[in-house]
C-alpha cells in the first residue's frame, strides 16, 4: 500500500543527533556529537536510595495509578519554589506544569500557538531539534543576528516587524550551540521588545545551572512584565536525561493550553519520573551535587578548550564558554564539514555538523564540539584526530 | 496580553474523564466515571521486587542516560513476543515502537498521516479522547453504525467512499464506551475492506486482556496482508497507567514515522518506566496475575449489573461485556444525562454522559459506568444512588 504521510511530517527525518545517537552505540568511537552529562556526574547512588524510599513508602499503590495531568500536586509546589533559583519568583501551582523533558515543553507551546506559515524566530545558530519541532508544526524559522551581548535588538525588531513574527524562541544562557549567554540588559529588552510587539517566547533553559566560572544571569522570565515569555527547564542535564522530566513556567492561560495539550500526548509525565525528580529537590541534593559536577564539567571544558589550542589549524576559531556542555568552532569557508564527516568516523571520532542549526541551513563550515561526555584523555584524543583531519584538509 | 492560540488548540478544553478525576480527589464520591484499573489489580509488589533489581543491576547509570527513542532493543524484542498473544506473529523490532501508553500512539499515528479537513471514520460511540485528539489535528471524525457483531461494513464502505476516507478508528475488543466486541469475521471485513481502499487503520487495544467471560478473539492486525493497520496496545490497565508505557505495532514506514513524531514530542519513554514493563513481561508474572485480575474484575461487573437490574429503572437498558471496564447504559430520550450531572454528583456519585463519546455530540440519554475502581460494596451503594435518582427524573 502506498503511504500518504501529513504534509507536516512527509519530509521530517530524524534529527542529526539522534541518528548520530545510534551511531555511537559503537564504544570505539569519541563522541562530541551528542549532548549527553558526563556519566560520572549522574547521580547514580542517590537516585536508588529515592527509587527504594518511594517503593517503600505506603504511598507506592499511588505511583502505579493515573496521575493528574499537570504533575502531582507536591511537585509542582517545589517546583515554584525551585525556579527562584532561575530569578523567577511569585510562581503559583497554575503557572507551573510538569513536562516529560524540557523538549515536550517547547513542543507543547508550540503547539498551542503556531499555525502553518506562523514566523518563528531563532537566534541564528540555535538548537537543531527546535528546527524539527518547528518544521513538524509547519512554522517558518527566521535567524536573528546575535552578538557577543545576546541577540542584535535592532535585528529582532526589524524581524519582528517585518515578518509580524508569532514567537522567539531562543536559549539565552549557554546556548546550544554556542555555548554564549545573552546579558542582563539583553534580557531586559528582548522582554520588553517582544512584550510590546505581543510576542511569545519560548526560553529554553536546559544549561543554566552548570555555570562553572562567570556569573549567575536571572532568567529573562524574569524580566517579564505581560506574562508573553514561557520558561522551560529541564531536569535532562542535572538530574537524569533517562528520566525526562522538566517543568514548564508560564501564565495561567498558556500553562492551561499546555496541559491539555499535554492531556493528549502523554496524559501525564510518569508517576516514578516525577517522584524521583521531586524528592530529589526536596531533600536538597541538587546544591551539593552540582558543585561538584560544575567543577567536573570546567575540567572537561578547560581539557578541550587545550587541546584545540594545540591540536586544531590555527585558522580554527571558537567559543569559550563559562558553562553548559558546548564549543562551537568555525573554519576558513574553504572546508565542507558535512563532506568531512565520515572521514571523522573513519577515524573515530565525531561531531555535529553547524549547518542544522541554522534556520536557512548555512554554515557547513562550523562545528558543534561537546565535552561533557568524553573523559580529558579522550577528549585530548578526538580533538588530535580532528585537528590532523582538519589541517589535512586545509593543505588540500 | 492577548493570547492568539493556534487554530488546533484554540477551542480545545480538557477531556471530560480527566476533568471528572480532578473533581474525584474528593474521596466520598462513588466514581463510576474513569477508567481507572482496579487498585487492587495494580502488581504493587512485583513492581518494588523490580525497581530494587533495577536500582541493584550494574546497569543502573545506562537507566540515567539517554535511550534510543524507538526504546531498548531488548525491551522491543520482548514485546516482538509480547504481541503473539494478540495473535500478531513475526513482529521484528523494526514493526515495534515502545510508546508512553496508548494515548501517545494514538497521537503519533494522527501526527503522521492526518492533515486537517482528512476525514477520520469512528465507530459511533468511540472512545472521547480520541476525539479530542483527532480535534487537535484538525481532522474531522464521521460516525459509522454498529450492530452486535462489529462495525456495520455497509456503512463501513459507503462512508470511505463518501468521505474519501483517510483514517479508521476503532477499539475492537471491549470497546470504550460500549463494552463490544467485534467477532472474528467482521474484523476480517474490515481488514480486507480498509485494505481495498487504502484506508489507515487505528486499532487500540487497551482491555483484551482483561476477558472475564467469552472467547479469545485475535487482533484485527492479525488479519492485515497490506501494511495498514496499526496495533496500538497500553500497559496501562494491565500493569500500571502511572508508568505510561505501551507498544504501536505496524509496517516499518509507518513506524519509524512514528518514531521521528515521538523524538520531537518526548525524545523516548523514561528508562525506568521501560524497564519496569521489559522486567515484567519477561519475568512472565503477567499471565498468573492476569488470572487474579480477571476474576475480581468479572466479580466486579457482576455486582454492576445485578444492582442495575435491582435498582435503576426498567426503562433503563445497558450492555453486558465479556471483559474490559465499562457498561453502557441508555435511557429513554426525556432524560438529558448532562443536566442530572449536577444533582449525581450533589448525591456523590459520577457516571460518564454518553454524549462526549459521539463524533457529532449526540447521545445525552446515555450513560458510561466503570465498574473497575469502585469496590462491590461501593458499586451497589452508588448504583443505588443513580437508581433513585433517575426513577425521581422519569417520573418528574
Redesign the interface.
Known sequence: ?????????KN????AT?EI??LLSNPEIISFA?G??A?EC???ER??LI??D???SPD??????????AGFPEFRQELCKYVETAGIYGAEMQNVLVI??G??GI?LAL?????PGDVILVEDPTYL?FL??AN??EGVCKGVKANDDGLDLNDLEEKIKKYNA?MLYCVPTFSNPTGKTYSVENRKAIAELT?KY?VIVIEDDPYSKLRFKGEYVPAMKSFDK???VIFISSF?KII?????TGVAVG?P??IR?M???K???????????QM?TYEYLKRGYLAPDLEKSVKIYGDKKAAMSKAIAKYMPEEFECTDPDGGLFIWGRFPEKIDVVKVFPEAIARKVAYIQGCVFFADGSGNNYIRLNYSYANTDMIEEGIKRLGDLFKEKLAE
Not at 60 to 69: A, D, K, S
Not at 263 to 273: E, I, K, R, W
Open positions: 500500500m502506498e503511504l500518504i504521510f501529513s504534509e507536516r511530517m521530517m527525518n530524524g534529527t539522534r545517537f545510534k551528542g549527553n552529562p556519566i549522574l547521580p547514580t537516585v536508588k527509587a527504594n518511594i517503593c517503600a507506592f499503590p499511588r505511583v502505579l495509578q493515573y496521575g493528574l495531568t516529560s523533558g523538549q515536550q513542543d503547539k498551542a500557538f503556531i499555525n531539534a524539527q519541532l513538524s508544526y508569532k512584550a505581543g505581560t506574562g508573553n535532562s537524569s536525561p533517562g528520566n525526562r501564565a492561560e498558556i493550553k496541559e491539555i495539550g492531556q493528549g500526548t502523554d496524559l501525564h509525565t510518569p508517576n516514578f519520573s524521583i
